[in-house]
T-cell receptor, first 115, second 108 residues
């Protein structure tokens, strides 16, 4: 049973470009969470999604960031017109169901560097 | 003040030592998680607690809900235990709130 798969593991973008980060949850998991880890800071919640629904995006910046979890395929975190401050590690986690979060299974993270 | 405070921030130990990492939180919670992150690596969930104590191998996690405090203990520490240990709480919603982590280095 494959774990949570994130790709790319490393992504370099120039300012103004777009970054797309993908997360395939564990088999049978329909709840996906995205977190951001800025250098020298703790993890911060960004968004919680179920299949085809955004449940809670209160941790996501209002501008330039969007997330989706389509019926088929991985969850996507999209950052438009990246700036240097977007450089961070982005982690995805999945859970079989919400309701106060059962054990979370994390991916290896995607490390975004903005030049 | 952060909702989740960990101490110490950094910890260096000799192989074989007993290690304690502390986590205090200021909000009501439904569960607390201990996570492990190796340098440049992913995050592994070690424990999820809502009360009492859990043990897995050389790792023990305890929680005192009344005192809003949890500890992670490592017995007979080993260099491969070197990692950042992160405490996270679930305040009843789907959002986890994380501490800043404790960086543990175990020297041979």
């Amino acid at each position: 049973n494959a774990g949570v798969m994130q790709n790319p593991r490393h992504l370099v973008r120039r300012r103004g470009q777009e970054a797309r980060l993908r997360c395939s949850p564990m088999k049978g998991h329909s709840h996906v969470y995205w977190y951001r880890q800025l250098p020298e800071e703790g993890l911060k919640f960004m968004v919680y999604l179920q299949k085809e629904n955004i449940i809670d995006e209160s941790g996501m910046p209002k501008e330039r960031f969007s997330a989706e979890f389509p019926k088929e395929g991985p969850s996507i975190l999209r950052i438009q017109q990246v700036v240097r401050g977007d450089s961070a590690a982005y982690f995805c986690a999945s859970s079989p169901r919400g309701q106060g979060i059962r054990e979370l299974f994390f991916g290896e993270g995607s490390r975004l560097t903005v030049l | 003040k952060n909702e989740v405070e960990q101490s110490p921030q950094n910890l260096t130990a000799q192989e074989g030592e007993f290690i304690t990492i502390n986590c205090s939180y200021s909000v009501g919670i439904s569960a607390l998680h201990w996570l492990q992150q190796h340098p440049g690596g992913g995050i592994v969930s070690l424990f999820m607690l809502s009360s009492g104590k859990k043990k897995h191998g050389r790792l023990i996690a305890t929680i005192n809900i009344q005192e809003k405090h949890s500890s992670l203990h490592i017995t007979a520490s080993h260099p491969r235990d070197s990692a950042v240990y992160i405490c996270a709480v679930n305040p009843g919603s789907e959002k986890l709130v994380f501490g800043k982590g404790t960086k543990l280095t175990v020297n041979p």
